[in-house]
């Protein structure tokens, strides 16, 4: 499958209508729940390292360092994958599932339309389009939980709070977490697709492929971290 998609992505002329309506129903409709998941570990991630800094020097300090350094390199792109996994990758594998065990797609066939081109090459590119954004929508929604939460609770100053990021972070802290999207993208994309496109048993099938999908793409995410993160690390990033 991987080699098919690969092949059909570079010799033939992409279904970019096809690929817009699965970026929407990826992306934007997956915005809401991926905020409201930054917001709210943004929030616990500014009261927990506040208090603890505070009960080891007396001082709440760097918050707004440790809040952004944990979002933006780990936790927000692991945690808007995870996501996005749960939920965008569950539609698109009972999608094709559905489509599999309806024999549309041996329809498709019949009527000389190849199934990777019209249905995997647009839900590639979407995942692969959408997931970058989604995360960088995410850091930032996060940080300014976590910013809030410093102001009301631990009573810190916002120009306290981001003078921290910009002094102590840079952009390749964030460059490192926005690429590492890419490969989760890639991951969750290769999974729903293989396990929707494998799918055998009729409805009870469906429910099956569904949920390996979700299972396997959220451990997954989980594995590719160690290793992208390794990567990256050793290349500087």
């Not at 199934?115 to 590119?125: I, K």
């Not at 916002?158 to 990021?165: A, L, M, T, W």
Request: hydrophobic share 50%; glycine share 8%; aromatic share 14%.
């Amino acid at each position: 499958m991987f080699y098919s998609v690969v092949f059909w992505m570079v010799r033939s002329r992409i279904e970019w209508g096809e690929a817009l309506k699965e970026s929407v129903k990826i992306g934007v409709d997956s915005f809401l729940v991926t905020a409201l998941t930054s917001l709210f570990t943004g929030m616990v991630l500014a009261l927990q390292m506040g208090q603890t800094t505070r009960n080891l020097f007396n001082e709440p300090i760097y918050t707004g360092t440790m809040v952004a350094y944990s979002l933006l390199k780990e936790l927000g792109p692991v945690l808007t994958s995870i996501v996005v996994a749960g939920r965008a990758g569950a539609v698109v594998t009972a999608e094709i599932a559905s489509m599999k065990v309806t024999e549309q797609i041996d329809a498709l066939y019949t009527l000389g339309t190849n199934p990777t081109r019209y249905l995997l090459v647009p839900r590639f590119l979407a995942f692969m389009f959408t997931l970058p954004i989604l995360t960088i929508f995410a850091d930032f929604i996060g940080v300014f939980g976590g910013c809030f939460v410093s102001a009301v609770k631990l009573k810190i100053s916002p120009y306290i709070y981001f003078n921290d990021i910009f002094t102590y972070l840079d952009c390749s802290d964030f460059l490192h977490g926005v690429v590492k999207t890419f490969f989760f993208a890639f991951m969750i994309a290769t999974v729903s697709c293989y396990k929707g496109m494998g799918t055998k048993g009729g409805a009870e099938g469906v429910g099956r492929a569904t949920t390996e999908a979700i299972v396997v793409s959220m451990v997954l995410v989980m594995v590719l971290d160690y290793f992208v993160s390794s990567l990256l690390v050793a290349v500087g990033l």
